[in-house]
């Protein structure tokens, strides 16, 4: 539940939203909220999948299986790598750049085949319904109030931290269910419903904006 519900889809979905509903001004500030929501996805989203498998793991388990997940230890590098200023070989780019061209279709492929798999009779819909509520509904309510203390209600980083609370979640999280066996049909489906209610939770957000 705190996976489908607290990490939303702001990459691939909402930086491309973001550009349509307000342009290259909004996509800036989209392109670095859904850097820093990488960062977080991928050590506090991963320490809370590593924590909550079907066997009690302690935290010094669940922070060492964090510290050894490749994408930590690739953003290190490549933060390391930006600020010494060292150049890489065209071709290892040339190959990091076709492997992240198949990032998504790979999470979509596997999401899929999770979902083929889910009995929707012995799904647990209450917790489905509350999750998905607080992703679509409950999230953009809360971002309402933070934007409007922080005196951002209007101004351009203001909607697209609003637009971004609004995202279904992150089909990542599917990812993490299935590495660290937490539920993943629920997190699967979960990722499905929130997805295809978002296209009617968005078009009603917009109206307001």
Not at 142 to 152: A, D, K, T, V
Request: aromatic share 10%; proline share 5%; charged share 5%.
């Amino acid at each position: 539940m705190v996976l489908s519900g607290l990490f939303m889809n702001g990459g691939n979905y909402g930086v491309p939203v973001v550009l349509f509903a307000l342009g290259q001004d909004g996509y800036v500030y989209a392109l670095m909220i859904m850097v820093m929501m990488d960062l977080v996805m991928n050590t506090f989203g991963v320490y809370i999948a590593a924590s909550g498998g079907d066997d009690h793991v302690s935290f010094k388990s669940s922070l060492i299986k964090t510290i050894k997940m490749p994408v930590l230890l690739a953003s290190f590098l490549g933060i390391f790598f930006q600020v010494a200023g060292v150049p890489l070989p065209y071709l290892l780019i040339d190959t990091m750049t076709l492997l992240s061209q198949a990032a998504i279709p790979l999470i979509m492929i596997v999401l899929g085949i999770q979902l083929s798999t889910i009995k929707a009779k012995k799904m647990e819909w209450t917790p489905v319904g509350l999750v998905a509520g607080l992703r679509l509904l409950i999230s953009p309510l809360f971002m309402i109030g933070i934007i409007s203390l922080m005196g951002l209600l209007g101004t351009m980083l203001g909607t697209v931290l609003l637009i971004i609370s609004a995202m279904p979640s992150a089909a990542n999280t599917t990812m993490f269910s299935l590495q660290f066996n937490v539920d993943p049909d629920f997190v699967s489906l979960l990722t499905l419903l929130t997805t295809t209610l978002s296209l009617i939770t968005l078009p009603l957000l917009f109206l307001f904006l």
